[in-house]
Structure formats: structure tokens, C-alpha cells
């Protein structure tokens, strides 16, 4: 009889938590990312089809070169002329470290390329602004906004 009652109670629990509908709700939205280190990264995770290792490695080296650039902006205003000194050293600083850290041919290859490409971008950009009759410090300006990684 007690087995009976027993079994009967657990059915009918079973019978009310089995009746209840789950909530349903809409998915959350992916978060979005205003980090501008996180964005490039996952730009040139893309681009080089950087494995796991690759990518995190691609992360540090790009909140380093944010982060420098953060430090060398008081320097537009106050003094163009070490601004952009230091911002040409930190892109090269930045297009090594990439360099260095790509380890297949065909990521070698993308990186040549995109290199070749930047080149030839910035040639053109300061011939252009010769012609027009730049000054030189408003050349070497327009040429480090050229910049592909």
C-alpha cells in the first residue's frame, strides 16, 4: 500500500514539472566589440587564417600598437614632426612582430603581398602630393595613413 501511495505521488510530481513549458527566449544578440585591438585581430585572423596560438599572439601585438599609439597622440598637436617619427616606428615595430609570428608559406606569401601592395600605395600617394607641391612633413603624414595591417 505505502508503495502504491509512493509511486502515485512520485507520478503525479512527475506528471506537474513534465506539464510546465519551458521558457523560451530570443537569443542575446552576439556581444559587440569596441575594442579596436580586438577588431584588427579578428580582421587578420581572417585575412592569414591564423590558428588558435596565432590569433592570441596577433591580439597582444595589436594592444601593444594601440596602446602606443594612445601614448604618442598628445604629440599630433604639440610636435607633428616626432609624431610621426614614432608613429612609423611603431608600425614597423608592429609589421615585424606579424612577421615574425606567420609560420606557413602561404601566410608568408599574403603577408609579401600585402606589403608589396602598401609600397606602391604610398609611392603613388607621395608622388601624387609632390606634384601638387607638398611640403614634406605633410607627405610623410599623408603616407603613414597608409597602412595595412
Not at 117 to 125: C, L, S, T, Y
Request: charged share 20%; hydrophobic share 40%.
Amino acid at each position: 500500500m505505502k508503495q502504491s501511495i509512493l509511486l502515485g505521488l512520485f507520478l503525479s510530481a512527475a506528471a506537474l514539472l513534465g506539464a510546465q513549458s519551458p521558457i523560451v527566449t530570443a537569443p542575446s544578440p552576439a556581444p559587440v566589440s569596441r575594442d579596436p585591438a580586438r577588431l584588427a585581430t579578428e580582421a587578420l585572423q581572417r585575412k592569414y587564417q591564423l590558428d588558435q596560438a596565432q590569433t592570441q599572439t596577433m591580439y597582444t601585438i595589436q594592444r601593444r600598437k594601440f596602446r602606443n599609439l594612445a601614448e604618442i597622440e598628445p604629440l599630433k598637436a604639440g610636435n607633428p614632426a616626432l609624431y610621426t617619427s614614432k608613429t612609423s616606428s611603431i608600425q614597423r615595430g608592429t609589421q615585424a612582430s606579424i612577421r615574425r609570428m606567420l609560420n606557413t608559406p602561404a601566410q608568408w606569401e599574403l603577408y609579401n603581398q600585402t606589403q608589396a601592395e602598401q609600397r606602391i600605395q604610398r609611392q603613388a600617394k607621395a608622388e601624387a602630393l609632390k606634384a601638387q607641391g607638398a611640403d614634406q612633413a605633410s607627405i610623410d603624414a599623408a603616407v603613414l595613413s597608409i597602412y595595412l595591417e
